[in-house]
């Protein structure tokens, strides 16, 4: 089993700015994939951004230039700063962590964009 601790959510005006963190812990074994995954009140949930234990990155094309991912692996933790906020930005945010074993996901921090 993987544990999560997310922080990092609230309330933000748009084009101001806010910074996700996930540690992650428990059975963290060899090469793994961490990231963050979103859902918005009636849609489905979609992937953010992620990025590997090389330091490979991927972006959803809705965030490019505006998020950055980082992580750090001798802390298992996954960053994400979030720039430009738009009201299309709210959702509940959830940690994502992949490995040979499968798939593991946080419990979700809600970010609401709003003036």
């Known amino acids: 089993q993987v544990q999560f601790v997310e922080s990092g959510g609230g309330l933000v005006q748009p084009g101001g700015s806010l910074r996700l963190s996930c540690a992650a812990s428990?059975?963290?074994?060899?090469?793994?994939?961490m990231g963050w995954y979103r859902q918005a009140p009636g849609l489905q949930r979609e992937l953010v951004a992620f990025?590997?234990?090389?330091?490979?990155?991927n972006y959803a094309d809705s965030v490019k230039g505006r998020f950055t991912i980082s992580r750090d692996n001798a802390k298992s933790t996954v960053y994400l700063q979030m720039n430009s906020l738009k009201p299309e930005d709210t959702a509940v945010y959830y940690c994502?962590?992949?490995?040979?074993?499968?798939?593991?996901w946080g419990q979700g921090t809600p970010v609401t964009v709003s003036s």
């Open positions: 994502w962590y992949t490995n040979y074993a499968g798939d593991y």
């Open positions: 428990g059975s963290i074994r060899g090469t793994y994939s």
């Open positions: 990025i590997t234990t090389g330091g490979s990155t």
